[in-house]
């Protein structure tokens, strides 16, 4: 028996992997286009098929079906794909200050925002840590890069032995793998940017930033 062709194989994969409805719902509604002009631009899919797919009726729709839908837009298949990826927040993401989520360790008396959704390849947001309190690399995964700016307060810190104290603006890059400790002994709480790459988070901090929705953080 004949194997399918590889690039057969990927295309039924990413087919598969977006939905296809939604995608071309949203890029009929920007363009301007009625149903029936994007089937009459297309040369090859019907008005009810059409439908289909926007509903969800059709999840897996066939290379033609696609090539049809790209040729309406004026677009080519894989141009399709991308505008897919645009609306999924691995590839796509715009926020604003409040941040993706947030993960609450109140008994670190730190909470953690990140900017993005959660991601291993890096983290970016910010860290809150309140009057008294401190962390050190025990709270994180140790590994990558490091990059620390102090936004509001001061902190002091330690790495690898040396001391050092941290005002607003103040900024320090350094390797995941080294010992350090930062605390507040400062009345007020303080606010740090902090961006790793990869994720310094471990597994628990995923599995609990999980159960909060950008509605609950501030």
Do not use: W
Request: charge should be positive; glycine fraction near 10%; hydrophobic fraction near 40%.
């Amino acid at each position: 028996m004949p194997r399918p062709r590889k690039d057969k194989q990927d295309t039924a994969a990413s087919v598969q992997s977006l939905d296809v409805g939604r995608i071309v719902r949203r890029l009929r509604e920007e363009k301007g286009l009625s149903g029936a002009e994007l089937c009459r631009r297309g040369k090859g899919i019907e008005p009810k098929t059409l439908v289909a797919l926007e509903k969800g009726r059709i999840r897996n729709p066939s290379i033609a079906t696609l090539e049809a839908l790209a040729r309406g837009f004026g677009i080519t298949v894989s141009d399709l794909f991308r505008q897919g990826e645009l609306g999924d927040e691995k590839h796509f993401y715009l926020g604003t200050q409040k941040g993706a989520l947030r993960i609450d360790l109140a008994a670190k008396g730190v909470q953690l925002v990140s900017f993005t959704p959660l991601a291993e390849e890096f983290f970016c947001g910010k860290l809150l840590l309140e009057s008294g309190r401190s962390f050190d690399q025990t709270l994180f995964v140790q590994r990558g890069a490091f990059f620390v700016m102090v936004l509001v307060g001061q902190i002091e810190g330690v790495v690898e032995g040396r001391k050092m104290l941290l005002r607003e603006g103040s900024n320090l890059f350094f390797s995941g793998e080294m010992r350090f400790c930062f605390s507040n002994p400062f009345q007020r709480n303080a606010t740090l940017s902090l961006v790793t790459a990869p994720s310094c988070l471990k597994p628990r901090c995923f599995s609990a930033a999980s159960r909060i929705s950008q509605g609950e953080t501030s």
